[in-house]
């Protein structure tokens, strides 16, 4: 286990306010990826499987425990240095999609060069639309470009999402139940689109699913029940 | 800075930010406008005023014998570097009696008028308005239109002027009789109500003689200022040493009235800025409803790694966006607005005129473009939307990521 890890996650707990009280969601995740695995995160609804997944792509913070990005351990991160990170390093795909609505795909596609290029993507902003031209292609919405999200078909909606995230060519990719709001044709599609450009990029996707179907296709499953991680079932 | 597209598809696409974009055009254009009309104002009281007194006016404050005589001041102050052209003038001051009056031999009469009788040499005279060319003939004398119509004289008729010469002892009135050759008009409503224009001659001789001139008009070359040319002729004054000469700008001379209009200007800054402040304030409001609108957006946004500052940033370029859209509009608004300035009178005034050129002496409302002011007001009216963004850029700013996520 020499090997290096693109994301560990050690003991993390996360509880919600409620009324008086606390809601525990997670009492002591702990989780390793390796660069360019592919690995299921199964649970119920409810279980805690975006909790969880937002606090790996530093979005919400723990109350306990470490997240170690590329082994530096990124948990006290200031709210700027963890935007930077999710800019170049993290590609999230969303159940909801979350795609701006006011914008075409293309323009959606290129949201995240934009900020992640700051003023020099006045210079970039010919490469970077060539790029993001490409990877709707490699999506499959060449004929797209000019659709905003209110003029396009769920499934569209989530190729242009996964365009999105992999538009800064991210070590990590994290996906909260992608294929959720999609009819299961479609949702079988998107999964074999995401899976294909993952492994095409090597990017590590971990990938939060209760359709027992994509265990499959992952290289292994993890089990989120009660709030923890049980029976991680390795891998082939 | 490269949200700047997102932020202009908003402005495209919201209605809202539109309409707050209107508003500010409207103060933008309320401002351009009133303050043409200010300057318009302003540049034409300038005008006049310097029609007739010129650049600078020197003027000698010994007279005599000993002192420099016209042909010095005339030799000293042509040497002067930009000068277009140097005019001598006799001022004194006169009574005159209204037409068919007795006056001039009743002082006690309440038609007598009082008068400053300006003597000028014809040829050399530049002021149009002065119609200067009508002295040809000797003993001839053009009167300001307000005070021929005053007095109820005519030119052809003859003019009764009394004055008096000498000085202490030897003060003796005088009396002669002037040709009324036409009247002039300069606009300014002084000038025009107090003055007669005579041939400097004829006034050196009726005051016996003593007192060739009382002032020197110098007028400069399009390029050179006022002020420039008053120190020039300082200095070429003192190079022919010709001591107590009293050199004066034009704007020295009509002091009192200019300082009034400028000091209107300084109280219409005030209301100036409550306007842009009004106009900017409504974008606060928009913003902040923009903000609380595009919660979902902001997640997003945050979540593809825009941090804290970049979503300030954001809305303030939003913003400026809003600001700049608003203020070009204004100034376009408003320079329709001067263009068709007597349409929007006649409409406001429902058929009326609301500009009356009797009060005003000019015939139509003047409308004169101040390139500083209008930077001032667009530099004004982007620094108050930038201002009054900060407190919807750090509401945006301080939105959690997840929670503004969930509120699609
Ligand atoms: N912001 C929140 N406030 C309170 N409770 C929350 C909040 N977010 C999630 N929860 C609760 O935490 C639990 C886990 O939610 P979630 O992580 O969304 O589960 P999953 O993605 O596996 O369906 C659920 O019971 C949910 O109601
Ligand atoms: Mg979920």
């Known amino acids: ?236 | 800075m490269s949200l700047l597209h997102l932020a202009w598809t908003y402005f495209r696409r919201r209605a809202l930010l539109t309409l707050s974009a209107l508003g500010i055009a409207l103060g933008v254009a309320l401002v351009f406008t009133t303050l043409a009309v200010v300057n318009g104002f302003l540049s034409e009281l300038e005008r006049t005023l310097r029609e007739f007194s010129g650049d600078v006016v020197v003027r000698p404050l010994e007279i005599g014998p000993l002192a420099a005589g016209r042909a010095e001041y005339m030799r000293a102050l042509e040497a002067v570097d930009g000068l277009e052209s140097a005019t001598p003038r006799l001022n004194w001051f006169g009574l005159v009696g209204r037409r068919g009056a007795r006056a001039l031999s009743d002082p006690r009469s309440a038609d007598l008028n009082g008068l400053l009788l300006v003597g000028v040499e014809p040829e050399r005279e530049r002021a149009a308005a002065l119609h200067a060319e009508l002295l040809a003939q000797p003993g001839s004398l053009i009167l300001g239109d307000e005070l021929a119509q005053r007095l109820g004289v005519a030119a052809g008729d003859a003019l009764e002027v009394l004055s008096y010469r000498g000085s202490g002892r030897d003060l003796a009135p005088v009396r002669a009789t002037f040709q009324v050759a036409g009247s002039f008009r300069t606009g300014q409503y002084e000038q025009d109500l107090d003055r007669a224009i005579v041939r400097r001659e004829d006034l050196e001789r009726f005051l016996g003689g003593r007192v060739p001139f009382t002032e020197i008009v110098l007028r400069g070359a399009r390029d050179i200022a006022p002020e420039q040319l008053a120190a020039r002729a300082r200095m070429a004054l003192a190079e022919a040493g010709i001591r107590g000469a009293d050199v004066r700008t034009w704007r020295a001379q009509g002091g009192n009235l200019l300082a009034a209009v400028e000091n209107q200007r300084g109280t219409l800054s005030v209301v100036f800025f409550a306007i842009v402040a009004v106009a900017a304030f409504q974008l606060l409001a928009t913003l902040t409803l923009t903000v609380t609108e595009k919660r979902h957006d902001i997640g997003v946004l945050g979540a593809l790694g825009a941090g804290p500052a970049r979503v300030a940033g954001f809305f303030m370029v939003l913003c400026l966006v809003i600001g700049a859209a608003g203020t070009a509009l204004g100034l376009a608004l408003g320079l329709w607005l001067c263009r068709n300035l007597h349409v929007v009178e006649l409409w406001i005034g429902g058929g009326e005129r609301i500009f009356t050129p009797e009060l005003y002496q000019f015939p139509e409302i003047p409308i004169a473009v101040d390139p500083g002011s209008v930077s001032v007001l667009v530099g004004a009216t982007l620094a108050a939307a930038l201002l009054f963004s900060c407190i919807p850029a750090w509401l945006a700013a301080r939105l959690p990521i997840v929670r503004a996520l969930h509120h699609a």
Not at chain 1, 85 to 109: E, P, T, Y
Not at chain 1, 125 to 132: N, S, V
């Open chain 1, 1 to 236: 286990m020499s090997e290096p890890l693109i994301l560990e996650a050690r003991d993390l707990h996360k509880s919600y306010r409620m009324g008086a009280g606390r809601l525990p969601v997670l009492r002591g995740v702990s989780l390793q990826l390796r660069p360019g695995e592919v690995v299921a995160l199964m649970g119920a609804s409810g279980s805690g499987k975006s909790t969880l997944l937002h606090l790996l792509g530093l979005l919400d913070r723990p109350d306990q425990g470490r997240v170690l990005l590329d082994g530096a351990d990124v948990t006290e991160l200031g709210q700027s240095a963890a935007a930077r990170l999710r800019a170049g390093a993290i590609g999230f795909v969303f159940q909801q999609f979350h795609l701006l609505a006011d914008l075409n795909a293309l323009q959606n596609v290129l949201m995240p060069r934009r900020i992640a290029c700051g003023w020099s993507w006045w210079r970039r902003a010919g490469r970077e639309r060539e790029r993001a031209r490409a990877i709707l292609e490699a999506v499959g919405l060449a004929g797209r470009l000019r659709h905003r999200p209110a003029q396009l078909s769920g499934g569209e909606q989530q190729r242009v999402a996964i365009a999105r995230a992999l538009v800064s060519a991210p070590a990590l990719l994290l996906a909260d139940e992608p294929t959720g709001n999609l009819d299961s044709a479609t949702g079988a599609d998107i999964l074999a689109l995401l899976l294909r450009l993952a492994r095409q990029r090597q990017a590590a996707l971990l990938l939060a699913t209760h359709d027992a179907h994509v265990a499959a296709h992952s290289d292994r499953v993890l089990q989120l029940v009660d709030g923890t991680i049980v029976g991680a079932a390795p891998g082939p």
